[in-house]
């Protein structure tokens, strides 16, 4: 049996399939005080309505939010950093960007590492990786016993260029192995590449979530030998493969976007499974909204993302809101936008909708465990989009009648709109922060969102996901089986996954064919040593002389340098519409990515049958007013086109159909949407 288990803000997804292709699904609430009892408590219940042991389950994939709750919520290691003199400011001076260019009020977010805690040491590698000033030992140990009396846990070394020349940063490794219980981070191991404040950046985080990360995996290996599970552990890493605890404890820092990165991975190979190969991939749950690109049934890469911003993604035209990461990542992007976000009244009488949530605890007030404050999961019991039955299965249950009154002391107290002007208006904002996530990813990007399918997965996703779609111009929209679990199918969708990079920053006309074959060919060795059998791709930084941002482009194996420039032109010019095939190029990095796809994910469907068609009143705006509006099961749902509005209820889930839509069943069990 194979088990993937995600861990969400405010549920924790499980799915099981065993060596016949069986499914067992289980959602319960989160832990945050101890995500692990969550894990724990949850594959007890899974065994035993599988009627299977630990000892049974031979591999477990897992999603989690540990290394990025650490960083949003300043949890993370009390952490130091030891740079070359000169480079100490580095994190502050950043790129000079800001997230809102008019906003004279913003302030950049605090450091990871304060000052107190950043010191020098003299030494300097040139570019080119000679050594222009030898490391200096008595900075060395001075630097090392500021660090001792400031009490850090954890290390960042981070010296200049030392991509090109480790040499000095493994002297400083070496000195502070006399430290008992401190853990260190070498830039050279987790970054590898030109720029200098990225590198310390990444290089700074890595540190900071490592002891967290490291105690939280320990925690879940000894749970799991108490399950009498003896299966190897993987981790979803953020650029949507999977590595093993070892790694995933060494560099925390690929996996801040653990979570997200499996939805994407999930919908590319339903997409493919279906043949659908362009979609815009969306997940809502309940602390967070989630989009990315699926093109030609392929993930879109990037190498950098911010996390700690109002919205988390690897946008080029908007940057300095969070804490910059450069690893290999899923080019999405997130914002603070789920069931559990939180609906209140601003000073100026308007609807605000997060990016504050209520999480799993203390929860929606509708689950009766002490919330105070309206939700968007309040907002659509209030409205009829969510019965009283309540929710996974039963193991939440939902109090319309707290939801109504906390909305009317809350909201309707304080402002001039009915309960349902105010429920539907809160709505209407919640999808408008999360149609500008997808536009993220794709009006940034220069892509058309009207030239894709939307595919709506999480706990919250098909609820709203059809006001999302019109908002976008999109016009068919597909919610998959099981959309509440959707990320734990990814899990064990993703490939092993290992990736390799190489500081080149060369003008492309000057490299030979040979040369730029031969060291593709070396980083696809180093990749293969690690994993024999992979599959290799390989992709290039790209970009005109004088900017300042990349591409991607994908790199034939037997590429040469004229087949670069006019694959980089062209995805320049859709880009960014325009191309200039006078300028000079420069390349900056070559990327290898060495994978082992996983194993066929999506097995039989479950035998539920149809059940019996109800309905209840549901408001759909000003417009449509109150609906008595059907209520069904997906089984219920026919394959030919009915007409809205209708409700399909689910033990994960929950899928809107307002009046101006249609759905039905396509043959693989999917709901389809059309607008």
């Known amino acids: 049996m194979r088990i993937g288990i995600d861990i969400g803000g405010t549920f924790t997804d499980f799915v099981a399939i065993d060596d016949s292709g069986s499914v067992w699904l289980h959602k319960i609430p989160s832990t945050p ?102 490391l200096d030992p008595q900075s060395l140990a001075d630097a090392i016993e500021v660090l001792k009396e400031q009490k850090v846990e954890s290390i960042a070394v981070c010296l200049l260029n030392a991509y090109a020349n480790p040499d000095h940063e493994r002297h400083v490794e070496a000195s502070l192995s006399a430290l008992q219980d401190v853990d260190v981070t070498l830039s050279h191991q987790v970054l590898p590449e030109i720029r200098e404040f990225e590198r310390t950046s990444t290089t700074v985080v890595n540190a900071a ?9 320990t925690g879940l290996t000894r749970r799991l030998t108490g399950l009498e599970v003896e299966a190897p552990v993987r981790i979803m890493q953020s650029g949507g493969g999977i590595t093993d605890t070892d790694t995933a404890a060494a560099f925390p820092v690929r996996i801040i976007e653990s979570g997200p990165a499996a939805g994407v991975v999930a919908a590319a190979a339903l997409g493919r499974r279906i043949g659908v190969t362009d979609l815009i991939a969306f997940d809502m749950g309940g602390t967070t909204a989630k989009a990315s690109l699926i093109e030609e049934g392929s993930l879109s890469r990037a190498s950098d993302f911010e996390v700690g911003g109002g919205v988390s993604h690897s946008t080029r035209l908007m940057s300095g809101a969070g804490y910059h990461i450069r690893t290999p990542c899923i080019d999405l992007s997130e914002v603070g936008a789920g069931g559990g976000s939180i609906i209140r009244v601003d000073a100026g009488g308007a609807l605000q909708v997060g990016p504050e949530s209520a999480g799993a605890d203390p929860g929606p007030v509708c689950y009766g465990r002490g919330g105070e404050l309206p939700t968007i999961t309040d907002a659509c019991l209030v409205l009829g989009y969510l019965g009283k039955d309540g929710l996974a299965k039963g193991t939440v249950s939902l109090d319309p009648d707290a939801a109504r009154a906390a909305v009317d002391t809350q909201i309707v107290a304080n402002s001039d709109l009915s309960a349902e002007e105010a429920c539907h208006g809160a709505c209407r904002v919640a999808a408008g922060r999360m149609v500008r996530a997808v536009r993220a990813v794709t009006a940034e990007r220069g892509r058309d969102p009207r030239a894709y399918d939307l595919l709506a997965a999480g706990g919250s996703g098909p609820m709203h996901a059809a006001v999302m779609a019109r908002e976008l111009g999109v016009s068919r929209i597909i919610v998959p089986p099981s959309p509440g679990v959707f990320s734990a199918f990814g899990l064990l969708a993703a490939p092993l996954q290992i990736d390799l990079v190489q ?28 994993l024999p059998e992979a599959t290799i791709d390989a992709t290039g930084d790209i970009r005109y002389a004088g900017q300042s941002h990349e591409l991607q482009i994908a790199l034939p194996l037997d590429a040469s340098p004229n087949t670069l420039r006019a694959m980089f032109e062209e995805e320049h010019e859709r880009t960014y519409g325009h191309r200039s095939e006078k300028d000079p190029v420069d390349l900056v990095c070559l990327r290898v990515r060495a994978t082992i796809k996983s194993e066929e994910v999506f097995g039989k469907a479950s035998g539920e049958d149809a059940t019996e068609i109800r309905s209840r009143p549901a408001y759909f705006g000003p417009e449509a007013g109150w609906v008595e509006t059907p209520v069904i099961n997906r089984p219920a749902l026919g394959v030919e086109n009915t007409d809205g509005p209708m409700i399909v209820e689910e033990d994960d889930a929950t899928t809107v159909v307002p009046p101006w839509a249609a759905v039905h069943r396509d043959p693989q069990g999917n709901i389809i949407i059309t607008l």
Not at 35 to 54: P, T
Not at 59 to 74: M, Y
Not at 209 to 217: E, G
Not at 507 to 522: G, K, N, P, S, W
């Open 209 to 217: 979530v490592m002891p967290p990360v490291r105690k939280y995996l």
């Open 33 to 134: 005080e101890d995500y692990g009892l969550a894990i724990e408590q949850g594959l007890r219940s899974l065994f035993a309505v599988a009627n299977v042991k630990g000892s049974d389950v031979r591999d477990i994939v897992h999603g989690t939010t540990v290394a990025a709750n650490a960083i949003l919520s300043g949890t993370h290691a009390r952490t130091g950093l030891i740079t070359t003199q000169g480079f100490r400011d580095v994190l502050e001076i950043g790129r000079l960007r800001t997230p809102r260019l008019y906003d004279l009020d913003w302030e950049k977010p605090t450091p990871v590492v304060p000052r107190r805690r950043r010191v020098v040491v003299r030494e300097r590698i040139r570019a080119d990786g000679s050594i222009d000033t030898p």
């Open 503 to 530: 500081t080149m920053l060369v003008r492309l006309e000057e490299i030979a064919t040979e040369d730029l074959q031969r060291i593709v060919q070396d980083l696809t060795e180093q990749a293969r040593e690690r």
